[in-house]
């Protein structure tokens, strides 16, 4: 975007985008090809601008401040103009309404653990965050193997 034409001889010629008095920074990375390795494949590039960050759909505005005007307003970040772009804003009328509910309980009867079987090899297991070997844990591993209503599988 050149709103009073080249000013400068590195490129950066850009205006000031200004949404909703909030400056963007509207710079672009083309001639960084140099710079860095990994930026090689940035050589000719020509990259966009962040105006094109804006739905059109919600501007309601478009002004353009040159010269002493922009100037006086935002110092010498607008030495190449400023872009003002105002957006629309909600309208009274609909509304929306909601509510909402949580509830907690405590539970009224807990199942009976067991911490006898499952614990891995001789009743310890890997556990801990290191990855050391820990004797207990406190967790259930359901009832016990074998007992009545649990089936057991059989290797034949």
Known sequence: ILIRGNATFTGENQPLIVIDGVPYDNQTLGAVANDYPFNANLNGVNNSNRALDINPADVESVNILKGPAAAALYGTRAANGVLL??????????GVNVSSSVSFDEVNKLPELQMIYGQGLGGGSLTSAEG???EEVPLSWGPRIGAAGIPEVAQA
Do not use: A, N, S
């Open 85 to 94: 772009i105002t957006t629309k804003k909600g309208k009274k009328g609909l």
């Open 132 to 134: 050391d070997f820990v």
